[in-house]
């Protein structure tokens, strides 16, 4: 049997805010809910890495669902995508803050997720 999704789950507390990060990594691809307050779906990034042989340009993403944080779900799931070489789809949900407010809080939930170990993958059942 092959080896099932990653998931990890993190939080950070920023004055007074709860910010949230969902992160889900298969084989082939990558998801990341980012939100505030509690888990959300939001604005909906999909980015494409460069391919590996190419020296040209960088992640290529499109919005698809949204438009309230199209600037930070594009940037992240190009980020992510860059970064593990995968396909990346990225959430971005804000209630009370900026999106330029937030921006730097959830690259560092990005950033802490990508860096973690991977053997806190959640146990799957045995029937």
Known sequence: MSERANVIKEAVEHQD????????????SIMIMLSEKEDKLGTLAVAIPKP?????????????????????????????AAKKGKTALVSVYL???????????????????????SSQKEPTALY
Do not use: C, P
Request: hydrophobic residues 40%.
């Open 52 to 80: 590996r042989d190419s020296s040209m340009g960088s992640a290529s993403s499109s919005v698809l669902l949204g438009d309230k944080n199209v600037i930070s779900a594009r940037m992240f799931a190009e980020y992510t």
């Open 17 to 28: 805010n709860l910010f949230l990060a969902v992160y889900v990594e298969t084989k082939n």
């Open 95 to 117: 209630q009370n803050i900026s999106e330029s407010q937030a921006q730097e809080i959830f690259m560092y939930l990005i950033d802490k997720v990508l860096k973690t170990d």
